[in-house]
């Protein structure tokens, strides 16, 4: 049962297609005119992968429930059927597996997604679009290239990148960068109180412990007395704000070297985190020739930024990296169109060689319904 079960692909009242079966080759072409459902489809394969029903209002044709079922194997080779039961509101994914004619029925996402591998919903022009700014590029580092590790190192990386993102979530809120940022800010403010504080001779003097003396003779009448007194007074409040002032530059310098010194111990932690993630990463589970740094990477000696100039060969090398990293058997690959004869052909080989079926999409007004199109 498990050698001759073909892979398919039924739908039901899933926006522009009311009820259809298609057959999946290893290269599949989907076709047919605008609006008429090829992305539908290519959506409604791809939820299947994701365990994700991304599509809104997935319902159509006036009915209250759809459904898409999916026929093919898993990672280890295994028959399964998935199906994928939604309304407007809710989703529900569940497998059959298949193994000696037994049948084991399966709910839970994290099973699911083990048996149908890691998918990731990029095209080759949309992974080079995001190869062309930093963020991107970290994203694909944190999000994609990370999933060849195992849970234990997954763990460790996502803590690591957390900590070390300038970008404000429930998990990184108070991490070493965003602690970074406060102390930086920190050491600003009283540098500035410091760097404000011009003492004059006389504040000098009082800085260093000198004082000055009122003497009042003994023979004093009232009047010189009140004078005394008056003149004392003056002093005093002369001098009030500027002890006043040195006592906030006290505090202040004192304060600047207590975030100094914190800085310094941040910036070693950060350090060490950036040299733990370097060490995980080059643990030879990433494809051979990809080098990984904190927001760029190269593959076989290629730069992936926006330096590069041929995206034709530039997405076929993707494509590769792709089909190594992707532990799910489906690749979607865009626009069929795009490409030309001997990428095409070198398409086909990549996908055979790493066990991939390919989804595709092409404009094709010779027919007025969506198709597809197997090539083997």
């Known amino acids: 049962m498990n050698n001759v079960m073909k892979r398919t692909i039924k739908i039901l009242n899933l926006q522009k297609i ?47 429930d759809g459904l898409v079922e999916y026929t093919g194997k898993d990672i280890s080779g295994n028959s399964i059927i998935v199906k994928w039961q939604f309304n407007n509101e809710e989703n529900k994914f569940t497998v059959a597996q298949i193994i000696n004619e037994k049948v084991k029925i399966i709910s839970d996402p994290k099973q699911i997604i083990g048996l149908l ?30 999933s060849v590790f195992d849970n234990k190192e997954k763990e460790r990386l996502n803590f690591i990148n957390q900590q070390l993102t300038n970008k404000k979530n429930k998990e990184s809120s108070n991490n070493l960068y965003h602690q970074r940022t406060e102390i930086n800010r920190q050491i600003s403010i009283n540098e500035v109180v410091v760097n404000s504080y011009s003492l004059s001779d006389e504040e000098i003097d009082i800085l260093s412990g000198e004082t000055i003396e009122i003497k009042i003779p003994e023979d004093i009448d009232l009047d010189q007395l009140n004078t005394a007194i008056l003149t004392a007074s003056s002093i005093q409040m002369t001098l009030s704000p500027i002890r006043d002032k040195i006592m906030q530059y006290n505090k202040a310098n ?31 589970k990433l494809p051979s020739g990809l080098k990984i740094e904190e927001d760029s990477f190269t593959y076989n000696n290629m730069i992936f930024d926006e330096t590069t100039v041929s995206e034709a060969e530039t997405w076929l090398i993707i494509i590769n990296l792709m089909c190594q990293i992707c532990s799910a058997q489906l690749l979607t690959i865009g626009s069929w169109s795009e490409f030309d004869s001997i990428s095409k052909e070198k398409i086909i080989k990549l996908a055979k060689q790493y066990n991939k079926f390919i989804i595709a999409t092409e404009v094709n007004d010779d027919t007025d319904q969506v198709e597809i199109k197997i090539i083997n």
């Open 18 to 64: 009311k009820d259809s079966e298609f057959e999946l080759g290893d290269t599949n072409i989907i076709i047919g005119p605008n609006m008429s459902g090829k992305t539908t489809l290519s959506q409604a394969i791809q939820s299947i992968f994701l365990q994700k029903g991304f599509i809104k209002n997935p319902v159509s044709h006036g009915e209250k």
């Open 117 to 146: 591998g890691n998918y990731f919903p990029l095209t080759a022009k949309d992974f080079w679009e995001k190869c062309k700014y930093a963020e991107g590029r970290k994203e694909i580092i944190d999000k994609y290239f990370i």
């Open 254 to 284: 004192k304060d600047l070297e207590v975030y100094k010194g914190r800085l310094i111990s941040l910036e070693k932690k950060i350090n060490e985190l950036k040299q733990e993630k370097q060490s995980i990463l080059s643990n030879g």
